[in-house]
């Protein structure tokens, strides 16, 4: 089994920061992307930012100079730095990551609980 744990959410002002973190634990040969997704009420999910195990980068240009997404291959951890909040930015943030469990097989995709982010005066 795979399991994906995300902390750090919670309430913030506008123009304040956060820090999401995003744990993959289990049995895990090698991880391959891993990034953030976010869900506002009413809204599809849409990407934030997405980190490739070589170290590739890309945001939604939502987020481009405000959010930082990095990771810690040593931990199977991914960490997103969100700076410059804003209320729009208020949603439920989903970690992902492609797993390979074994080198017999493709990765899959696997999705963390999610993590609540409010912005608001």
């Known amino acids: 089994q795979v399991q994906l744990v995300e902390s750090g959410g919670g309430l913030v002002q506008p123009g304040g920061s956060l820090r999401l973190s995003c744990a993959a634990s289990g049995t895990i040969f090698s991880i391959n992307a891993m990034g953030w997704y976010r869900q506002a009420p009413g809204k599809q999910r849409e990407l934030v930012a997405t980190v490739t195990s070589d170290g590739s980068i890309d945001y939604a240009d939502s987020v481009k100079g405000r959010f930082t997404i990095s990771r810690d291959n040593a931990k199977n951890t991914v960490y997103l730095q969100m700076n410059s909040l804003k209320p729009e930015d208020t949603a439920v943030y989903y970690c992902?990551?492609?797993?390979?469990?074994?080198?017999?097989?493709?990765?899959?995709?696997?999705w963390g609980q999610g993590t609540q982010v409010t912005v608001s005066s």
């Open positions: 992902n990551a492609r797993i390979q469990r074994s080198p017999f097989f493709r990765d899959s995709g696997y």
